[in-house]
């Protein structure tokens, strides 16, 4: 069943993967095997929704605590747009929260409108804004 479950989440991520942005603050590396085995055994949990046998979305959550904290989430292109990312990460949120989390924090890109989104329609609230910045061109140290 574990094996399944990692397996089915490696075969999302690798088909998602070129699909998160990727800006000098945020960056989604691509996970082998073995570093998605490691999701279960660092104690993140991991919350999915099938159609048939095939995982078309997850969320992964992280919790100290009373804090939980998202690390990623992901729906195949073709199953976007129809509440599965709200949904598998509202039913991690509720888990958490049935563990104790009394603060759930997550990431969003800015020019992820997707990610912004799901995270409005949760009930998330901008608590911090990160900036990237870089020097006029030609200033750039050689
Ligand atoms: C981000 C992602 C998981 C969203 O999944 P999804 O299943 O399409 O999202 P949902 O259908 O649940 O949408 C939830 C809300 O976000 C809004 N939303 C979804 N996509 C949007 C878009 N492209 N632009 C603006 N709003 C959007 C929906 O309208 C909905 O809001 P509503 O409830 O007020 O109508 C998906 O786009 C994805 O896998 N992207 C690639 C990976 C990624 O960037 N992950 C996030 C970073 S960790």
């Known amino acids: 069943m574990f094996v399944e479950a990692a ?3 490696f075969e999302l991520e690798r088909t998602n ?3 998160y942005p990727f800006t000098p603050a945020t960056s989604q590396e691509l996970m082998d095997r073995e570093a998605i085995c490691a999701l279960w055994s660092r104690g993140l ?5 099938h159609d048939g ?3 078309v979305g997850a969320t992964v959550i992280g919790q100290r605590g009373g804090h939980a904290e998202t690390e990623f989430t992901s729906v195949l292109a073709g199953h976007r747009g129809r509440g599965i990312g709200a949904a598998v990460k509202a039913a991690s949120v ?3 929260a049935q563990s104790g989390a009394r ?7 800015a020019v992820n409108d997707a990610s912004l989104g799901v995270n409005r ?3 998330y609230e901008i608590t911090e804004r990160w900036y990237s910045c870089q020097p006029p061109q030609g ?4």
Not at 45 to 49: D, E, Q, T
Not at 103 to 109: I, L, S
Request: glycine content about 16%; some cysteine.
């Open 103 to 109: 603060v759930c924090g997550t990431g969003g890109a």
């Open 45 to 49: 949990r991991v919350f999915g929704a």
């Open 121 to 123: 329609a949760l009930g």
């Open 17 to 19: 993967n070129a699909n």
């Open 94 to 96: 509720i888990a958490c």
């Open 139 to 142: 200033l750039a140290a050689e």
């Open 7 to 9: 397996v089915a989440l």
């Open 53 to 55: 046998d095939q995982l």
